[in-house]
Structure formats: structure tokens, C-alpha cells
């Protein structure tokens, strides 16, 4: 351990090297310290001397800077030569490039809306921790190309965010390649009030902190960097929950919280009391699900499919003693073994904070931008659903009333995961709506974009009619007639109503009513991403098959349906995405009443059925132990449910 190293102490002092070690040691850490030592050295030296682009800023540049980061840390804590010369080589590398990000404004001056940031923050930090190994001359040149170069393109980033009307006109680098070019000009509106507004903060912090005393525009930089951490605040949802959800969230707040750091110790800016941080951990925990093994897995929100990673939950934990924190971050996966940024985590990290899942997260809860949650518990043999309704937001996909529903530790109705953020992709269809669990008119979806200007924001929109929760039960109905007709499809009603009896019984009565006779389709995705999730017409419906939970699903419409097993056409992927399709005739109104029930592989399914009359559906049974009668009366707009 080399505690003589650090340049700035920009994020801790020397004297706290050996508990940062001894995180590294913990369980927690351990895949990721493992991964972080014996990473392939000779490999990142081919990358870095042979193959890296210096005019492709997206991947290569974020790998350049990825071996930065992982070899100046292990190099800090083991003293390992081999990694000091990697990373200084990785340093050369980066320094290398024209600029740090590909968006330009007035067509000259860079933009750093989104690898800049990133890349400054990964350079000032492992400067300090490289400390006196790094020579004069190349310190000189990052000084340089930082103060002359990076931190103004962050400081333009984030007044172009704050003042729409002053910028002058944001374009893509035409020199720059590696990523699918759009439409950037309303960028500086469209990012400002969303994730990427930190990422160019951060920037600035880390400018500020880096060359304080030895730049006259630093602290100018400080305070900017704090208004806009504070303008962001003040935008953020009363329940601390986050809209373009909990990966988004842990992106953001990774950033966010390393801002909060340096300005602390670097000006003596004290902005912990501007959120409501440990509320954020219980939203965390509230997006988590029941798994085997590994927890990344979340309820997805679109592009966010994946839990929080440990770095904002070990600053929480540390700075407010929170308990969900520190548990959080003991769920195997949480502290990711491939992201550098994971050894933030363990310099703020705190062993003495007690692990404890917190008791008071709800597990019904309606959040922003339209998310029903709905869960039995927190165990591995608990379930949880959510529908997606409510308004449109970035990172979104064409989603209105999708379901998604986890038993036993396994995702029985699915939405897709990893959608492409590029048009030309095949992945690209995973964001239509016909690769979500939701309902199709002649097998179209509703209103989305074609990424003109990237995965912003669709004007798809669906509203919650009626959402009401008991100790054991859960109903929500949405409609999103809306968002198809836009789409220029007749709807006149698209509505989802959905009956959750808890644990593992779900009930879904689709209603479309069109002004004009079409077919309507009801999807239902399948997990199978690992190759293990299958699904199989069975009488009166179909059937999903996972290795610790199964899915028997029973079907009834108003007239003659099919029930067919289909792929999503994904190149090359064509059997990866399975679903079942519940498809009627045209008419110009429909309704499909899918009634389910899940078991632990190797339970037994109770038996459901159900009667229509003029009234509406009645349904009964029982599965699991419970007794299962009740009625949903159709003859108003919104049903009325009889439990």
C-alpha cells in the first residue's frame, strides 16, 4: 500500500488507505477487487497502443478511461508496477484526443454533455491517487488540456442546460464516429432536467477541485457546478423517487454524490441537506426483486434495467448512518465487478453502519412517471408486479399498460431487456410495443419516435383510472387510448384493468373499444435471456416455464380467439424473445380476460374459471390456499371490482 501517493486528497486523506483495503477484503467487494487485480494487462496494452480510435470518444474512449481508473486504484492500494505503467500509458492516451465528447456548439467548441464529464472526473481522480509518479511534463499537459479544453466544455454543457436561449446551436462532431447521429438541437432543453445534467456538472466539480489556486475561472467553476447541483435538486420528485428510474438513478447519483464530495472538501460547500438521501435508498429498495443469486436484476423501467450499483449507497450509508444502504449494498451484484467506479464505493463505504433492510418501504406504491408497484414481500418466495402507465419520460420505451410480474425469484411476464438506443439496430424494436406484455390494434402499438434525437422523450401517454390496495389485494386500472391515437389508430378506449391477489394470482381484463372495426392482439413476453425460459400453448391458454417458477395462464374473450406462440424478429436473436399472443377478430369492441396463476417449480396450480354476462366477468376458484370469487362489472367506464 503506498500511502505517500496521494496528490490532492481529493476524496480521502492517506491515513484512510488501510480501512479502504480492508472494504476491498469484505464479501461485498471481493468479485469486484478480484476482477479489478487480475484484469488482462497485456490486452489493455494492445487496446491502448493499437487499436484505440482517437476520434471515437464513445467506447473507446470509456474503455481508455475505464483501465485509467482500475489500474491507478489497484496500483494505490498493492504498489504493482505493472498497473502504473499501464495507466500512464492510458493517461497518454487520453490526452491524446482533440476533445473528450462529440456534441459541438456554433460548430467549434465543445460540449461536454456526455463522455466529458466522465472522462474528467476518471483523470483528476487518478492523478491523485498516482500522485508523485506522475511526472511534471504529463501533469503539465493535463492541467493544460483540462483548463484550456475540458472544464470550459463542461462549464458551456451546463449554461447551455440552464440558459436554452443564449446557446448557439449544438451539433454532433463531424469528425467523431462510433456513435449513430441525431438530431442534437434541442439538446440543451432536453437534458436539462435530466441525468446528463450531472454528468456535465461533474466535470465542472472535478475541474474546480483538481486546479483550485492554480486556475483563475476554479472557483468560479465550484459555484456554478453547486447551482446547478442545486437547480437539479429542486426538481427532484417529493418522494425521492427518480423517473427515469433506479439504473438511471444510481447513474445520476454516483455523479452526484462524488460532486457533493469535492466541492466539501475541496471549498467547503455543504450540500448534504438538500435531498432527501436516505429516502432515495428505500426508492432503491422498493425497485429491488426477490432472486437467485444475483440481485442487478430490478423492475425495469425501459432503458433502466438494472438495480443500483453500490457507489451513491455507500455515500449514503456513510454520510446519514442508514442502515437500507449498507443492506442493500450486501445483495451479491450490487457492487459491480466490471465498473471502476465500484472503488468509490469502498472509499465510502462504512463497516460500522448496521445492514438492515428497512421496514417502512411500502409495498404498494404508485411512483413517477406513471409505475404501479405491487409486491407480497421481500423474499425469494414473494412476487411482485408492475404496470407501466402515466406520462411520457426520457429513456422511455412505447410501454403504456406493459405488466410485468417476478414469483419465486423469476420474471414470468417479462418486458424485454438492453434495447438498442440506435434506429439502424435490430434491438431497436425492443423499445415498440410489440415487444412489451401489453395490447396491439391490428398489430400496431401506440404513438413512439423513430430516435430522431435519441431516446428522449415519445408524447405517449396513459392515465390511471382507479388504484386501490388492501392487505392482500391490488387493482389498478389504466387507459391509454391516447397514445394510440396518435399513433392514428381508431381507439377509443385501450384500457388494462389489473386484479393482483397476493402472492401469486394476477388477473388482466384488456377492454378496447374502436371507432372502427380492427383486430387486437394481447402480448405476453417471456425472460428467456438466458436461454431458460420457455412457453407453450396448454388448454384454455398458455404456459411459461422458468427453472424455479412456472406461469399458467387461462384465457377468455367476448368472441372466437387464438392463442399463438411467437418470436420478436431480433437479428440473429430469433429465439431468444419468445411470447404468447391472444388475438381476436375485428370488431369494434373487444375484451380478453387473462387470468393467472404461479408456483414454485414442482407446486401445484390451483384451477380458475370464469362466466361472462351482460354485467361483466365472474371469476372463481381458488389457488394456494385462497378461496378466489369475485366479479368485475363492465357496464361502467371504469370497472367495478367486487372482491
Request: with cysteine; net charge negative.
Amino acid at each position: 500500500m503506498n500511502t505517500s501517493l496521494l496528490a490532492q486528497a481529493l476524496l480521502f486523506d492517506a491515513s484512510e488507505l488501510p480501512r479502504i483495503k480492508r472494504t476491498l477484503e469484505r464479501p461485498e467487494f471481493a468479485k469486484f477487487w478480484a476482477a479489478s487485480k487480475e484484469a488482462d494487462l497485456a490486452d489493455d496494452l494492445k487496446f491502448l497502443t493499437n487499436e484505440i480510435k482517437l476520434n471515437e470518444p464513445v467506447k473507446d474512449l470509456g474503455r481508455a478511461c475505464n483501465i485509467l481508473s482500475r489500474c491507478a486504484c489497484v496500483h494505490l492500494i498493492t504498489g504493482e508496477a505493472s498497473q502504473l505503467s499501464i495507466a500512464k500509458i492510458a493517461l497518454d492516451r487520453i490526452l491524446a484526443y482533440k476533445r473528450w465528447d462529440w456534441v459541438l456548439e456554433d460548430g467549434t467548441e465543445t460540449v461536454g454533455a456526455m463522455r466529458n464529464g466522465m472522462t474528467l472526473t476518471t483523470v483528476v481522480l487518478a492523478l491523485d491517487w498516482l500522485g508523485e509518479h506522475i511526472g511534471e511534463e504529463q501533469r503539465a499537459a493535463v492541467d493544460k488540456f483540462i483548463g484550456e479544453e475540458a472544464a470550459p466544455a463542461a462549464q458551456r454543457a451546463v449554461f447551455g442546460m440552464t440558459y436554452h436561449a443564449q446557446v448557439k446551436g449544438w451539433t454532433m462532431d463531424p469528425e467523431a464516429i462510433g456513435f449513430h447521429r441525431v438530431d442534437v438541437s434541442r439538446w440543451p432543453e432536453i437534458l436539462d432536467k435530466i441525468n446528463l445534467r450531472i454528468i456535465a456538472t461533474s466535470g465542472l466539480a472535478s475541474s474546480a477541485a483538481y486546479l483550485k489556486g492554480r486556475h483563475p475561472d476554479a472557483a468560479q467553476w465550484a459555484e456554478e457546478a453547486q447551482a446547478s447541483l442545486r437547480l437539479f435538486a429542486s426538481r427532484e420528485q417529493p418522494d425521492a423517487t427518480f423517473p427515469e428510474g433506479i439504473g438511471y438513478w444510481s447513474f445520476t447519483y454516483t455523479y452526484y454524490c462524488l460532486c457533493l464530495e469535492l466541492l466539501h472538501r475541496s471549498y467547503d460547500q455543504d450540500n448534504r441537506g438538500i435531498l432527501d438521501f436516505p429516502a432515495m435508498a428505500r426508492y432503491v429498495q422498493g425497485a429491488t426483486v426477490p432472486a437467485h443469486g444475483d440481485f442487478t436484476d430490478c423492475l425495469n423501467v425501459s432503458d433502466s434495467n438494472t438495480t443500483a450499483g453500490g457507489e451513491a449507497l455507500a455515500w449514503i450509508g456513510r454520510q446519514f448512518r442508514d442502515t437500507t444502504s449498507n443492506y442493500l449494498i450486501s445483495l451479491p451484484g450490487t457492487v459491480r465487478q466490471d465498473n471502476p467506479t465500484s472503488f468509490w464505493a469502498a472509499i465510502w463505504f462504512d463497516e460500522t453502519v448496521p445492514a438492515r433492510r428497512a421496514a417502512d418501504t411500502p409495498l404498494d406504491r404508485f411512483i413517477v412517471p406513471g409505475i404501479v408497484i405491487s409486491r407480497s414481500g421481500w423474499e425469494i418466495s414473494d412476487s411482485v408486479l408492475s404496470l407501466r402507465t402515466g406520462e411520457p419520460e426520457n429513456h422511455e420505451h412505447a410501454d403504456r399498460n406493459s405488466l410485468i410480474f417476478f414469483s419465486n425469484g423469476e420474471r414470468l411476464i417479462t418486458d424485454p431487456l438492453k434495447a438498442s438506443y440506435n434506429p439502424p439496430e435490430s434491438k431497436w424494436q425492443l423499445r415498440l410495443l410489440p415487444a412489451h406484455s401489453a395490447v396491439l390494434i391490428d398489430g400496431q402499438g401506440h404513438i413512439y419516435h423513430h430516435g430522431e434525437e435519441g431516446t428522449n422523450a415519445s408524447t405517449a401517454c396513459a392515465v390511471l383510472q382507479d388504484y386501490r390496495t388492501g392487505r392482500d389485494w391490488m387493482i389498478a386500472v389504466s387507459d391509454a387510448a391516447d397514445a394510440y391515437q396518435r399513433a392514428d389508430l381508431p381507439a377509443q378506449q385501450v384500457q388494462r384493468t389489473v386484479i393482483y391477489l397476493k402472492p401469486e394470482v394476477v388477473i388482466i381484463l384488456d377492454r378496447v373499444k374502436l371507432s372502427e372495426p380492427r383486430s387486437m392482439q394481447a402480448r405476453f413476453q417471456v425472460f428467456n435471456d438466458d436461454g431458460k425460459g420457455e412457453v407453450a400453448i396448454c388448454e384454455h391458454g398458455f404456459k411459461v416455464t422458468r427453472p424455479h417458477a412456472t406461469l399458467h395462464a387461462s384465457v377468455a374473450t367476448l368472441q372466437t380467439r387464438t392463442i399463438e406462440i411467437g418470436h420478436l424478429p431480433v437479428e440473429d436473436e430469433e429465439e431468444k424473445y419468445p411470447f404468447a399472443e391472444i388475438s381476436c377478430p375485428e370488431s369494434n369492441h373487444h375484451e380478453i380476460l387473462t387470468f393467472a396463476t404461479a408456483a414454485p417449480t414442482g407446486g401445484t396450480h390451483g384451477t380458475l374459471s370464469c362466466e361472462h354476462s351482460e354485467s361483466g366477468w365472474h371469476i372463481q376458484g381458488s389457488h394456494g390456499g385462497r378461496v378466489i370469487d369475485f366479479t368485475i362489472n363492465t357496464e361502467t367506464e371504469i370497472p367495478q371490482i367486487l372482491l
